[in-house]
């Protein structure tokens, strides 16, 4: 069964496991930035750097459903009997064990007990949270697919030109929106949030297309990696000029939703594609962490906030050696219980 899977193209399988240690690394490299912004300049400008060379994370996940799922043909029923099902059992699974992990990680005195007091904190975390905060991701994915068959459809009636229109509009509105010259003040909180996630239609959009009508790219990996190295300058320097600027820290250039994201994604997508690994132990070993990746996405705050109790954290050494030394044990931990529970039979089709 191994052999026959490694016989197909595992560029999507690396670029899952990028994109899962990509994330896990932001988690730890953020408090980083924001504990040392006007303090340690230097300690900032590592955690500055590593966050910029991060900034793929969440667009190729997003290129990747595009990438897999529209480049297929979608019928409906099965598309929301199956594929649907698969995002929105394990959220179903995860949410209430944030809510208890949540529970449990509170103080004596600040842990509610009383039935009611636990209602009202649990929405309440909801509402402000979504009893954890990287689980947007997946409110953000629930609205995307329960669109897809939408788009599919849309998809078969619009050619090559048509595509490159809707991304050229996407991208000119995103270029208009960090520039603050876009604002959506007006809508409620919640509605400011689908707002959010639908922009991220475009990231669905591109990862069809890259799949669809650029299967074969003739630019020289050297280029590409040009390119992302310029990618992750303009990220750090831009940073640090409208911090110094306003004052404060100012990384509204990282945003996901971005111009700069958007290109160090389709580079990080587009090098991924050109690399041939031709290691069977290491196809296989990619394999396996690409296959985990869904659920460690979700389990690896909770491996965080345990380290950090137990002062695993950024500060038990000089971030050079700190930050990679509890990303290492981070992910070992987080395949390590995923790779545990998805053998319970029971659990596996809620593990992710």
């Known amino acids: 069964m191994m052999d026959k899977q490694l016989n197909r193209s595992l560029y999507i399988d690396l670029l899952r496991v990028l994109g899962v240690v990509a994330v896990v690394l932001i988690h730890i490299d953020s408090p980083l930035m924001n504990m040392n912004w006007g303090r340690n300049q230097g300690y900032w400008w590592i955690g500055n750097v590593v966050m910029s060379l991060l900034r793929f994370a969440v667009p190729v996940f997003v290129m990747i459903s595009g990438a897999t799922l529209l480049t297929r043909e979608i019928k409906t029923s099965d598309f929301y009997r199956r594929r649907f099902l698969r995002v929105v059992l394990p959220l179903l699974f995860w949410l209430p064990a944030y809510w208890l992990f949540r529970w449990f990680m509170l103080s ?38 329960a669109l897809m068959p939408l788009m599919a459809g849309l998809l078969k009636k619009i050619n090559e030109r048509g595509v490159l229109v809707l991304l050229g509009v996407w991208l000119f509105y995103l270029s208009l929106q960090q520039a603050g010259l876009v604002s959506v003040d ?43 190295v310029l990618t992750v300058l303009l990220s750090a320097i831009v940073s640090y000029w409208l911090s110094m600027e306003s004052g404060r820290q100012n990384t509204v250039i990282m945003g996901s939703l971005g111009v700069n994201s958007f290109v160090q994604a389709v580079a990080v997508f587009l090098i991924c594609r050109k690399i041939t690994i031709k290691s069977v132990f290491l196809n296989r070993i990619i394999l396996w962490m690409s296959e ?61």
């Open 108 to 145: 004596s005195p600040a842990r509610p007990t009383e039935f009611d007091e636990v209602v009202n904190w649990a929405f309440g975390l909801f509402v402000t949270e979504g009893v954890s905060k990287h689980l947007w991701y997946m409110y953000m994915i629930v609205v995307l697919y």
């Open 186 to 228: 007006f809508l409620g909180a919640g509605l400011r949030k689908v707002y959010n996630y639908l922009l991220y239609i475009g990231y669905l959009l591109t990862g069809y297309y890259l799949v669809r009508y650029m299967p074969c790219v003739k630019i020289r990996l050297s280029i590409l990696m040009l390119v992302f």
């Open 292 to 352: 985990l990746s869904f659920g460690v996405y979700f389990i690896h705050i909770m491996v965080i906030s345990l380290f950090y109790r137990l002062g695993v954290f950024w500060t038990m050494a000089h971030p050079v050696l700190s930050v990679p030394l509890v990303l290492i044990m981070v992910l070992m931990v987080s395949f390590s219980l995923i790779y545990a529970l998805k053998k319970i039979p029971f659990l596996n089709k809620f593990i992710g």
